[in-house]
């Protein structure tokens, strides 16, 4: 964009300065109604999946109270956290880590002293710097609903919400989406987290029906996601192998709308028969 004289007038600045970079910057929040139902493994390999498919992704640990982020990525205790931005002593900006994978993290400070504000300043608001530096930003939001969760459900302009199999997850789950249909008009998709078929597992067809929403993508119960919690690193990128990690890399193509070119298996006769012009 260098080069490109921009109009002075306020409005016509406006719209290009922000309107323009909305475009270009999608903010996805990832949800959920539960605890513990893989929001922030999700986040974490969704934005390595993107980052693997040439994006330039941002995520943003807004679990203010049970920052995760800096476990499941080895991230060191960084001089400059979200908390510091919500306090009003850095803009957002200063708090980026950019991670040796190459994905930039913003983290939330684990001090228990940080848990205190006089002031707070919305995510929605500070998230505005950032439109127009990455191709992606993705929140990993707190679980259920409460202010620092309506704060993220806010941010975003696009909303994942991951559950699990179970009935206490899918009902908690259409709380999220409901509380988001009545507040916001987005776009809203489901991740159903660790399904592995089991006669007692709700079905995705089910849960979609109960959800009134699709689902985006089926994460399989794979032990390689726990395997690579352990050594700190995506599993995209752990066992970039796994079922996990090849679900991941599907939801990635998925939401930049990359279609996968079929394979189209058939039989070595079929083949010939085809060739010569005599099956279809
Ligand atoms: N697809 C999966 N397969 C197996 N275990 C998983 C999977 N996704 C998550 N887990 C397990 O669930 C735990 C909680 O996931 P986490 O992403 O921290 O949830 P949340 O952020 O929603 O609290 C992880 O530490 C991991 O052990
Ligand atoms: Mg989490």
């Not at 409005?11 to 605890?35: D, H, L, N, P, Q």
């Amino acid at each position: 964009m260098s080069g490109v004289q921009i109009p002075a007038v306020p409005i016509v600045k406006f719209i290009y300065e922000v309107g323009f970079k909305k475009i270009v910057t999608r903010i996805i929040t990832i949800a959920s109604g539960k605890g513990g139902v893989g929001k922030t493994t999700v986040t974490v390999n969704l934005s390595h999946a993107l980052y693997k498919l040439n994006k330039d992704v941002t995520i943003i640990d807004a679990n203010l109270t049970s920052p995760n982020i800096y476990l499941h990525m080895n991230i060191p205790i960084t001089p400059t956290t979200l908390h510091d931005a919500m306090k009003g002593k850095i803009s957002i900006k200063e708090a980026v880590y950019l991670h040796y994978l190459g994905v930039k993290v913003i983290p939330a400070s684990i001090s228990l002293r940080d848990l205190k504000f006089k002031e707070k300043k919305n995510l929605t608001n500070l998230i505005v710097d950032l439109i127009g530096t990455s191709d992606f930003i993705l929140i990993d939001a707190p679980p259920g609903l409460n202010e620092d969760t309506i704060d993220a459900l806010d941010a975003g302009n696009e909303l994942l919400v991951v559950t699990n199999p179970e009935l206490p997850a899918t009902v908690e789950a259409l709380r999220v989406i409901e509380f988001t249909r009545r507040n916001w008009a987005k776009n809203i998709n489901v991740i159903l987290n660790r399904y592995s078929g089991k006669s007692w597992e709700l079905r995705p067809k089910h849960i979609e029906s109960f959800l009134e929403a699709p689902i985006i993508s089926i994460i399989p119960e794979d032990e390689n996601v726990k395997k690579a919690i352990v050594k700190r690193i995506p599993v995209v990128e752990a066992y970039p192998e796994s079922k996990a990690a090849s679900a991941f890399m599907k939801l990635a193509e998925k939401l930049l709308g990359i279609r996968r070119v079929k394979v189209r298996k058939e039989s070595a006769i079929s083949r010939i028969l085809r060739f010569l012009g005599l099956a279809r």
